[in-house]
C-alpha cells in the first residue's frame, strides 16, 4: 500500500546517532519504496522553542538537509523543505491549539523534561510544541510519521487533535489520523554516559553521543570511553535487563548490523568487553564515518542545499496552502 509520509527533525546541531538509528534510518528505507511520497521537513520553528544563536541556526538547518541527503535520502525522491517557509504550519496550529485541551497537553512528559524544574520560565512555544507538530503532519494527509520512541506521546496527542476537529465540525475523516511507524527494537538510543537517560543533543558532554559528523578517532575514543560495568559480556537476554548501559551499545551493535538483540548476544557471550567495543567501534566506523565526509562535501555548496529547500517548499506549500484553506472555510472563517 502506497504510504503518504512525514516526519521532521529540529536543526539545533549535533544530529546524533538516537536520531539515526530511531529515525533518519528508517525514513532512508522508507524512500526507497516508489510507492511512498516522503516529505522530510526541517523544523526550524520547533527549534526557536529553546533560545538559538540565530547564525548558528542558520548554519544547522544546512546541516540538517545535508545530513539527511548524506545519510541517503534522495531529494529527488522526496520533498525537503524548512518548515518556517511554509505559512500554514504556523496558522495551523493556532487553529489547532484552539481544538486541543489543557488537560491533553499537561500530561506530555517531555515538556516536563525539557521545562526541568522553573516550568515558569519555559517559553509558552516549548508548551504548546506538541500542537505545531501536530499541525505539521495534518496539513499534509500523512498517513504514517517514522519517528523514534520519544515521540510516541506527541503522535497520540496528534490524534487526538484531528479525530476531535472532526468531530467538532463534523467532518468526518477531513483530517487524517496518522499512523507512528516507530521501530519494534533499537527505537530510543541512550547516553553512552548513563543508559538510563536517552541520547540528546542537549546533553552537556559530548561523550555522551556519537554525532554523524564525528571522525574516526573520535568514534573510537567515545565507545573505549562509554560506561559499561566490571561483569563479564551477557549470555542471554535476561542478563541484561539490570545492566543498561551494556543493553544499549549491544542493541546498537544490532541495530547497525541490522540483527536482532539476541544473535548480538550471542556473538559475544563470554568475550571480554575490549573486543566487543573493538568491534562496535568498527562498525560505527564503518556506518557513520561516510556519513560525516559526506556531510562536510555537502556543506561546502550551500547553494546546492538551499536550492533543495527553495524546491521543497514550493511543493510543500502547495499542499499546504490548500489544506489551509479548507481548514478555515471549515472554522468559519
Ligand atoms: P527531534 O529533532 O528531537 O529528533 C528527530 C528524530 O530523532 C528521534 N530521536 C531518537 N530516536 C531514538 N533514540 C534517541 N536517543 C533519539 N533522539 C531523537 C526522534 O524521535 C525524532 O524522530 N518533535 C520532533 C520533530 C518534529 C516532528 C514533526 C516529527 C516536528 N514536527 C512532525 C514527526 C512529525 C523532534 O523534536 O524531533
Known sequence: MSKKIFSGV?????????????????????????????????????????????????????????????????PKKSIIFKQSRVAAHAEAAWILGCVAR?????????????????KEKASIGLYSYPVLMAADILLYDATHVPVGDDQKQHLELCRDIAQKFNNDFEVENFLQVPEPLIQKEFSRIMSLKDGSKKMSKSELSDLSRINLTDTKDEIINK??????????????????????????????????????LEKSIENFAGKNFSEFKEKLSQILINKIVP??????????DQKYLDQILLDGVEKADLIASKKIERIKEIVGF
Open 10 to 74: 529540529q536543526p539545533t546541531g549535533n544530529l546524533h546517532l538516537g536520531n539515526y538509528l530511531g529515525a533518519i534510518k528508517n525514513f532512508v528505507s522508507l524512500n526507497n519504496n516508489k510507492e511512498n511520497k516522503c516529505i522530510f521537513c526541517v523544523v526550524d520553528l520547533h527549534a526557536i522553542t529553546v533560545k538559538q544563536d540565530p547564525d548558528e541556526l542558520k548554519k544547522n538547518i544546512r546541516e540538517t538537509v545535508a545530513t539527511f541527503i548524506a545519510s541517503g535520502i534522495d
Open 102 to 118: 489543557m488537560g491533553w497537553l499537561n500530561r506530555m512528559t517531555q515538556f516536563k523534561e525539557k521545562a526541568g524544574k522553573d
Open 223 to 260: 565507545i573505549k570511553k562509554a560506561k559499561t560495568d566490571t561483569l563479564s559480556m551477557p549470555k542471554n537476554l535476561n542478563e541484561i535487563e539490570e545492566r543498561l548501559e551494556v543493553k544499549n551499545l549491544l542493541g546498537i551493535y544490532a541495530s547497525l548490523s541490522d540483527t536482532t
Open 291 to 300: 556519513i560525516s565526509s559526506e556531510i562536510k562535501k555537502l556543506l561546502s
